[in-house]
């Protein structure tokens, strides 16, 4: 480390040299200049773009002028190419604005882009100053009996930051390219990028600690005490990790899934090796809950194997009505709303014949199927607006004071709706 | 605060010089690594300390002169000068071989410089001559010489053998290891008795049958059977120090710069000898020359202490500290007797540079020419030791590329 120190403070020898001081100076009025005029009269918009050429412009003629003059000149033309790019990252972004969502878009641009062409400008400048394959080799240290140089250390470290940070956008490119070609849905997709990312986080990690020289015996030795610990002490992130592992490769359960957790529809937002975070959408809340959850209880889904959800409505009508003419407007009322499938049509069932004498209401249930299990209540409480107002029009609206609307989750039904995913045993 | 940092101190006494004369301030130094070489850490450190020796010296004369030193392998040493000539970061000084020396000249990526007279006076005066410009200036100053030798295992052969018969000898065994670089196998020309006939095709003379049987004779031995069964070939030198510290090999020509290298791996096993004489004559091996150049950005602060660091280089007192203590290069000083020393090692290198001397003539003229660094001769010496081209046919095609640009067939 102090052989590393001692070569980056060496390379303040350099500001012995008139014609490094002088680049440096021309650099700094420059861009202190600019930078008072923006401050002093701020823009926006296509004129702040102007100044940002103006700037480099500026910059490159400095540089074409000491070039032309004979004096070093690379300083000023590495500092206009980088800052070139800088601003073009900028027009990178109105251009992926439109084909990437905006949280992925801004993870891209600032987990991966900014930081990767940081590092490009840094190694450009230290390219200049001094040799970087020689850099590279410059010890820093020992670890568990390996000499670590500089070199390693960065290599570990950017193939690690990458593995872990900057995995995900690749990974849904991948995934994305997988579902074209295997023409498999959302859910899948999104499973598959999780995988992927994994795998890429798991060998990056590997490689960048295999790099700083913990070899393959060592990691067994690791790996043993971890198991010790595990037994001890952290048995229960172990299962969530083991059971978030099982679940992503089995595909019980996965991100844009709809489950019933506590009679209540949700939608699987995000997955990681220790919990699923879920999106409920009744209060608008997130919950997060452990893998390992999932893995022991009975999940119950609507979206697994297709995403339709049978409804029921009961409705009590007074039984001097004529049942025919009752259950072809019930049907008529369902099929007028959004969401709910013609095919199959919706089907109105007579379940009770009421007793005018002893004023018992006939009970009729509509059943209908809708493919947006979430947005159940909503299309159930249309329907039933819509019952109200059709029975009301043709004057029938005498319904019982006592209407009985009623979701059912049809478990074991003939048609196709929600399924349950069994605990392991 | 600066001023500090970069190693300048406003102090008006320095070592009890007045300020005028001590020499203050901050140095860098690149130091090409050779392309036989590895570039790796190990390596790193072995260049780092045959430059300690020197620069131990130099700041205990100079001692508010600080050195950075950086590394780098030759073959990348033209561009990254090229790019940092132009920022004004390039080295104060530069140190690497006579041929990549003249290459960084003709790009004008170092400074050539007049020296008087007595500082020259004992310098080698072939590598000398390799670096006069013509207009009294020099590119550079040969510092340290690095002849080739032969490196053997000696617990597998316990004593070196002298001529291509003992070393071929069914008896002896010997596992040999050869570069198919024409700079590292031209020591075999002496052996063979082709020397005279390649300098004198590189001199420009009529082609004669004289002159090219000899050199057909060489093109054949690298292909008989007695070498083929025993010779390993390899493209580069770093192969072949691969297996010769692995143990699979017991015998190769070698350069001082290698010798930590396979010390590492050998231990006391490794032992170093002339490279061996043949029905032709001696051998003929070439010596690398290590040369010190100035840099073109310096501050006249840098570069006078630059120049300082030069002529204190070439100083008999540095130059035999170099030779005793690295025991890996000779002193580019001719008037420095170490034939008396009593290691193998420097009498081995001592031996083979003497040697080298016969071909001097011929590896001025293939130097200059550019032929070590010819990508089309290397090709003909390739394909002929794999079989892909006959004797008669490689033969021509490496008279060709030896003979002088202007008597070449159009």
């Known amino acids: ?424 045993q | 605060m600066l001023m500090g940092l970069s190693g300048c101190r406003p102090s008006q006494w320095v070592q009890g010089l007045p300020r005028k004369d001590a020499l203050q301030g901050q140095i860098f130094v690149l130091v090409g690594l050779s392309p036989d070489e590895r570039f790796d850490s190990l390596t790193k450190k072995d260049a780092e300390n045959r430059l300690a020796i020197l620069l131990d010296g130099f700041r205990s004369i100079h001692p508010q002169v600080r050195v950075q030193v950086q590394t780098l392998p030759e073959s990348d040493l033209s561009n990254v000068l090229l790019r940092r000539n132009r920022a004004g970061l390039s080295p104060d000084v530069v140190i690497a071989r006579g041929e990549t020396a003249m290459a960084l000249q003709q790009h004008k990526l170092i400074n050539p410089q007049t020296y008087p007279p007595g500082q020259l006076a004992h310098l080698d005066q072939g590598a000398l001559h390799q670096l006069h410009l013509g207009d009294g200036r020099f590119l550079g100053l040969p510092i340290g010489l690095f002849p080739q030798v032969a490196c053997y295992n000696r617990k597998r052969l316990p004593t070196p053998p002298t001529t291509i018969q003992e070393l071929l000898a069914p008896a002896s065994q010997a596992r040999i290891g050869l570069s198919m670089q024409f700079s590292e196998l031209s020591w075999s020309l002496g052996s063979l008795g082709a020397l005279d006939s390649a300098t004198a095709i590189a001199s420009g003379q009529p082609l004669t049958a004289t002159l090219k049987q000899p050199i057909a004779t060489w093109l054949a031995w690298l292909r008989s059977p007695g070498l083929q069964q025993r010779a390993v070939f390899q493209a580069s030198q770093d192969g072949l120090l691969e297996d010769m510290g692995a143990g699979r090999l017991d015998w190769m020509p070698c350069r001082g710069y290698e010798f930590d290298r396979l010390r590492r791996q050998l231990g006391p096993a490794l032992a170093v000898a002339p490279l061996p004489s043949g029905p032709g004559g001696p051998a003929s091996p070439y010596t690398n020359k290590r040369v010190i150049a100035l840099g073109v950005n310096s501050s006249p602060n840098q570069r006078r202490i630059a120049r300082a660091f030069l002529v204190f280089g070439i100083n008999p007192v540095s130059q035999r500290a170099v030779a005793m203590r690295s025991q890996q290069e000779l002193s580019a000083l001719t008037n420095l007797n170490l034939e008396t020393d009593p290691s193998p090692i420097l009498k081995a290198l001592v031996a083979s540079n003497l040697q080298s001397s016969v071909n001097r003539q011929l590896n001025q003229k293939i130097v200059n020419a550019g032929i070590f660094s010819n990508g089309q001769m290397q090709n003909v010496l390739n394909r002929f030791i794999y079989g892909e081209i006959e004797t008669p046919k490689a033969t021509d095609a490496l008279i060709e590329m030896l003979r002088p640009a202007s008597s070449r067939l159009p």
Not at chain 1, 206 to 229: C, D, K, M, Y
């Open chain 1, 1 to 424: 480390m102090k052989e590393l120190f001692q070569e980056v403070v060496g390379w303040l020898g350099y500001l012995q040299r008139g014609a490094v001081v002088s680049q440096l100076l021309l650099i700094l009025i420059a861009v202190t200049s600019l930078g008072f005029v923006q401050r002093r009269w701020p823009v926006a918009g296509r004129t702040f773009w102007v100044r940002r050429w103006v700037q480099l412009l500026t910059l490159g003629s400095l540089g074409f002028g000491l070039a032309v003059a004979g004096y070093p000149f690379r300083l000023i033309l590495d500092l206009v190419v980088f800052l070139g790019g800088w601003y073009g990252l900028d027009g990178l972004h109105h251009f992926f604005v439109k084909s990437l969502h905006r949280s992925e878009l801004g993870q891209l641009e600032i987990q991966v882009l900014r930081p990767s062409y940081l590092v490009f400008g840094l190694m450009t400048l230290l390219r200049s100053l001094d040799s970087p394959e020689d850099m590279a080799l410059i010890s820093v240290g020992h670890f568990l009996g390996s000499d670590i140089n500089v070199g390693d250390l960065v290599m570990a470290f950017s193939v690690g930051y990458l593995a872990l940070v900057a995995s995900g956008p690749p990974s849904k490119l991948l995934a994305r390219f997988i579902q074209h070609l295997l023409l498999s849905g959302e859910g899948t997709m999104k499973a598959t990028a999780l995988v992927i990312r994994y795998l890429l986080m798991a060998m990056g990690l590997l490689w960048s600690v295999h790099r700083l020289g913990v070899h393959s015996t060592a990691l067994l030795a690791v790996a043993g005490g971890l198991s010790l610990g595990i037994g001890f002490g952290i048995k229960e992130i172990a299962s969530d990790f083991i059971s978030g592992v099982w679940i992503l490769f089995e595909g019980s359960v996965r991100p844009g899934e709809k489950l019933s957790i506590d009679g209540e529809a949700c939608e699987v937002r995000y997955q990681n090796l220790r919990a699923t975070t879920l999106w409920r959408e009744c209060d608008n809340a997130e919950l997060v809950i452990p893998n390992r959850t999932f893995f022991s209880n009975t999940t119950i889904t609507y979206t697994r194997g297709d995403p339709f959800r049978r409804c029921e409505v009961r409705v009590p009508v007074p039984p001097d009505l004529n049942p025919g003419e009752i259950m072809v407007l019930m049907e008529k009322s369902a099929s007028s709303i959004d969401g709910v499938l013609r095919d199959p049509p919706p089907r109105t069932l007579l379940l009770k014949i009421g007793d005018a004498t002893s004023s018992v209401s006939s009970i009729y249930a509509l059943r209908f199927m809708i493919n947006d299990p979430i947005n159940q209540p909503e299309i159930c409480s249309a329907v039933q607006a819509a019952i109200w107002q059709i029975l009301s029009a043709k004057g029938l609206a005498s319904l019982s004071s006592d209407p009985v609307p009623q979701i059912v989750d049809l478990r074991v039904t003939e048609i196709a709706g929600s399924q349950t995913t069994a605990p392991n």
